[in-house]
């Protein structure tokens, strides 16, 4: 195995675990409960997460929509030199077929009503949506300029969480683990990983939505409260 696989699947193996334990964090603080897997099953509770089902749906209706459709992820995907709009319908297409479509699948609906609930519907799909066209972007400049998928922007909530927890989470030891993720982004976008930039760019945001003495988002109906002094990260 090269230098090269070894720090690309060890940058996935930080981001998977640091950021699946922090999403478990964040999911039993929302329902009131301890961290466990099943506790990500609870973001989807009243009030629903409408900007998260929306971007659930939108991506099964495309993935169905792609099968049927010849020729869609052709004209979708991105391509080298290709027309600058292919940077946001590359997100919509999953160019490795089903495989990739399940996957992403399953992250985004875990990982979307966490981010909606911590950022609000609007900053949400804003994260989704930048971190997600800058990794396309910078992939048809050279870095990978075919193919397309939605994992580069789940990356960027990944990384805008990860980030906004390590400024304002109130566990030492969680934060620490979460400021494994933009570590993890750099080193993949030295290895022109398109990833890389996804994380960073969210990583980026992440840190603008934890400016001390912003507001934060205080649940899925997308209302605002100052943060509480004194309190790291505000009460929850």
């Known amino acids: 195995m090269t230098m090269h696989s070894v720090l690309l699947y060890g940058c996935a ?7 699946t334990r922090l999403l ?20 989807w509770r ?10 659930v749906v939108a991506m ?21 030199h290709g027309a600058w709009w292919r940077a946001v319908t590359a997100l919509m297409v999953q160019s490795s077929g089903w495989p990739q479509l399940l996957f992403n699948l399953a992250a985004l609906a875990v990982v979307a009503p966490v981010a909606e609930r911590h950022f ?26 075919e193919g397309g998928g939605d994992s580069v922007a789940i990356c960027g909530l990944v990384g805008a969480l990860a980030t906004w927890y390590a400024v304002r989470g109130s ?34 945001l992440g840190a603008g939505l934890a ?17 509480e002094p004194g309190v790291p990260g505000g009460k929850r």
Do not use: I, Y
């Open 211 to 227: 400016v001390p003495g912003g507001l934060t988002w205080r649940d899925g109906r997308g209302r605002m409260a100052p943060r």
């Open 120 to 145: 609000g519907p609007w900053r949400m799909l804003l994260v989704f949506a930048a971190s997600g066209v800058a990794a396309q972007a910078v992939s048809m400049a050279g870095w990978s300029p």
């Open 13 to 19: 193996t930080a981001v998977v675990v640091s950021g």
């Open 24 to 43: 478990v964090m964040l999911a039993a603080k929302d329902g009131g409960g301890a961290p466990s897997l099943p506790a990500l099953l609870g973001v």
């Open 60 to 80: 099964v209706v495309l993935g169905v929509a792609q099968e049927v459709v010849p020729g869609m992820v052709d004209g979708w995907e991105r391509h080298p």
């Open 171 to 204: 566990v030492v030891a969680e934060r620490r683990a979460a400021a494994l993720v933009p570590a993890a982004g750099l080193v993949l976008c030295l290895l022109a990983n398109n990833h890389g930039m996804g994380l960073l760019v969210g990583c980026a």
């Open 46 to 55: 009243r009030p629903v997460p409408r900007a998260a089902v929306g971007l």
